[in-house]
């Protein structure tokens, strides 16, 4: 790949004075470059499935807002929408009918979800997902899985404990005990672990939240047999199974990961795709479960901008796309792709790979390990990744910038993308093998 984006004296100016006024110079922690060193290029402009940065080096992006452009940067139906609806105002703290048509086209794809309310961030989704199944249940306790992350709630920045039935503490500072004391973490993927914490704690657990496919430790999949008996599990004990459906809700499926493997959820959360890039969360499920929420029920949650008519139409706009123009096919046969590119390169250059892939998300971890949990993504070459990172990102390839972040395929990524970045991958896999 004939081209050299390392030169970003622009970003290196801006990210010093960002610095200055911004704690870190992000307004995210995974923006930061903190697990691979260097200044983070600041973008200037999207299109299709490309970055621009303030330097003018443009990237094959597989980012793509870590998640929400399944059909890439600027598309022309999604603008059209958002320009139509700020025509008529930004907010009105009322209600529009731009609300109920995003729900009717959330509850017509959603196989779980009977009803929906809006919300800003999937991290009020998660969050107010919680709270409603613990009102609904009477009960305090829930489960989370090690490595799934579920936005920055108090109750859900947990780390894993020493054993399976270890209650978790809190993984970041600002967090009292208190706030996690009903949090119980358990390995994903181990069925054994999920039944012996049942049979302790069954009766006293209000819900179990998972990633369907986890990108939060980098992609990883869960086995049939762990999502059936959870199913099963949370059934007979009267549990709230929750899928945070935010990264891979409308991504792998038009009904999500819940559609993809047949495994049913009392809750979702959404978010990522909703929105279409602009700031928007839900949360939905039964319609037993949501009559709780107030003004309906007693379990209170509220947001001034919830619902607002520019996040609503972005939403609609997507996913009236997705309906009338499927885009999976197209994502599964350039994941593939993608996959094979990078199994290819890694091979040829001598250097030993995992590679977890779900459709449109896909992750390298730099392990010859097979990565199933937290446990085995965390043997992965962090060193190694971190520098055939910036051998991508130097030949105009944008990953993201963790090991333990799942990269994303958009449906107008071109088959010229994936060759191109096949070939910046295997120079760079060759630098690592020359070090």
């Given at each position: 790949?004939?081209?050299?984006?390392?030169?970003?004296?622009?970003?290196?100016?801006l990210?010093?004075?960002a610095?200055?006024?911004?704690?870190?110079?992000?307004?995210?922690?995974?923006?930061?470059?903190?697990?691979?060193g260097?200044t983070p290029?600041?973008?200037?402009?999207?299109?299709?499935?490309?970055?621009?940065?303030?330097d003018?080096?443009?990237?094959?992006?597989?980012?793509?807002?870590?998640?929400p452009?399944?059909?890439?940067?600027?598309?022309?139906?999604?603008?059209?929408?958002i320009?139509?609806?700020?025509?008529?105002g930004t907010?009105?703290?009322?209600p529009?009918?731009?609300?109920?048509?995003?729900?009717?086209?959330?509850?017509?794809?959603?196989?779980s979800?009977?009803?929906v309310?809006?919300?800003?961030?999937?991290?009020?989704?998660?969050?107010s997902?919680?709270?409603?199944?613990?009102?609904?249940?009477?009960?305090?306790?829930?489960?989370?899985?090690a490595?799934?992350?579920?936005?920055?709630?108090?109750?859900?920045?947990v780390?894993?404990?020493?054993?399976?039935?270890?209650?978790?503490?809190?993984?970041?500072?600002?967090?009292?005990a208190?706030?996690?004391?009903?949090?119980?973490?358990?390995?994903?993927?181990?069925?054994?672990?999920?039944?012996?914490?049942?049979?302790?704690?069954?009766?006293?657990?209000?819900?179990?939240i998972?990633?369907?496919?986890?990108?939060?430790?980098?992609?990883?999949?869960?086995?049939?047999?762990?999502?059936?008996?959870?199913r099963?599990?949370?059934?007979?004990?009267?549990?709230?199974?929750?899928?945070?459906?935010?990264?891979?809700?409308?991504r792998?499926?038009?009904?999500?990961?819940?559609?993809?493997?047949?495994?049913?959820?009392?809750?979702?959360?959404?978010g990522?795709?909703?929105?279409?890039?602009?700031?928007?969360?839900?949360?939905?499920?039964?319609?037993?479960?949501?009559?709780?929420?107030?003004?309906?029920g007693?379990?209170?949650?509220?947001?001034?901008?919830?619902?607002?008519p520019?996040?609503?139409?972005?939403?609609?706009?997507?996913?009236?796309?997705?309906?009338?123009?499927?885009?999976?096919?197209?994502?599964?046969?350039?994941?593939?792709?993608?996959?094979?590119?990078f199994?290819?390169?890694?091979?040829?250059?001598?250097?030993?790979?995992?590679?977890?892939?779900?459709?449109?998300?896909?992750?390298?971890?730099?392990?010859?390990?097979?990565?199933?949990?937290?446990?085995?993504?965390?043997?992965?070459?962090?060193?190694?990744?971190?520098?055939?990172?910036?051998g991508?990102?130097?030949?105009?390839?944008?990953?993201?910038?963790?090991?333990?972040?799942?990269?994303f395929?958009?449906?107008?990524h071109?088959?010229?993308?994936?060759?191109?970045?096949?070939?910046?991958?295997?120079?760079?896999?060759?630098?690592?093998?020359?070090?």
């Open positions: 790949m004939s081209v050299d984006t390392s030169v970003r004296a622009e970003s290196e100016r990210f010093r004075r610095a200055e006024l911004i704690p870190g110079g992000v307004n995210s922690p995974a923006r930061a470059f903190g697990a691979v260097g290029p600041f973008m200037r402009r999207g299109d299709a499935a490309y970055l621009t940065d303030v003018g080096n443009r990237f094959i992006d597989y980012i793509g807002s870590w998640g452009h399944l059909f890439g940067h600027r598309h022309p139906a999604i603008l059209q929408s320009e139509g609806a700020l025509e008529i907010s009105f703290g009322a529009t009918a731009a609300e109920g048509a995003l729900a009717e086209l959330v509850v017509s794809m959603v196989p979800i009977e009803m309310r809006m919300v800003n961030s999937g991290t009020e989704a998660t969050m997902a919680i709270r409603v199944a613990r009102g609904f249940t009477g009960r305090s306790g829930i489960i989370k899985f490595g799934c992350y579920h936005g920055h709630v108090d109750s859900l920045l780390a894993a404990g020493s054993g399976a039935l270890t209650l978790g503490c809190p993984s970041s500072p600002g967090v009292p208190g706030a996690t004391a009903d949090t119980l973490v358990l390995p994903y993927n181990d069925t054994e672990q999920l039944r012996q914490a049942f049979a302790v704690n069954g009766d006293q657990l209000a819900a179990v998972i990633e369907p496919v986890v990108g939060n430790m980098g992609c990883v999949i869960p086995t049939s047999e762990f999502l059936g008996e959870l099963r599990l949370c059934h007979h004990h009267g549990t709230v199974l929750i899928f945070d459906e935010v990264m891979t809700g409308f792998l499926a038009a009904g999500g990961a819940q559609e993809l493997f047949g495994v049913t959820p009392d809750m979702t959360t959404l990522k795709i909703l929105g279409a890039g602009m700031p928007v969360g839900a949360y939905g499920g039964r319609a037993d479960i949501m009559k709780c929420v107030s003004p309906a007693r379990v209170y949650q509220a947001g001034t901008l919830s619902g607002n520019v996040a609503m139409a972005a939403g609609r706009a997507m996913l009236e796309l997705i309906r009338s123009s499927s885009p999976y096919a197209r994502l599964e046969q350039l994941g593939s792709a993608l996959e094979s590119q199994r290819g390169a890694a091979g040829r250059a001598g250097i030993p790979v995992s590679i977890n892939r779900v459709g449109s998300m896909l992750t390298v971890f730099m392990t010859d390990q097979p990565v199933t949990d937290l446990a085995s993504a965390s043997r992965s070459d962090t060193a190694r990744f971190a520098a055939w990172f910036h991508l990102l130097n030949r105009g390839v944008y990953l993201p910038c963790s090991q333990f972040e799942a990269m395929i958009s449906a107008v071109t088959d010229e993308d994936i060759v191109a970045t096949g070939v910046a991958a295997e120079a760079a896999f060759r630098e690592l093998a020359a070090a």
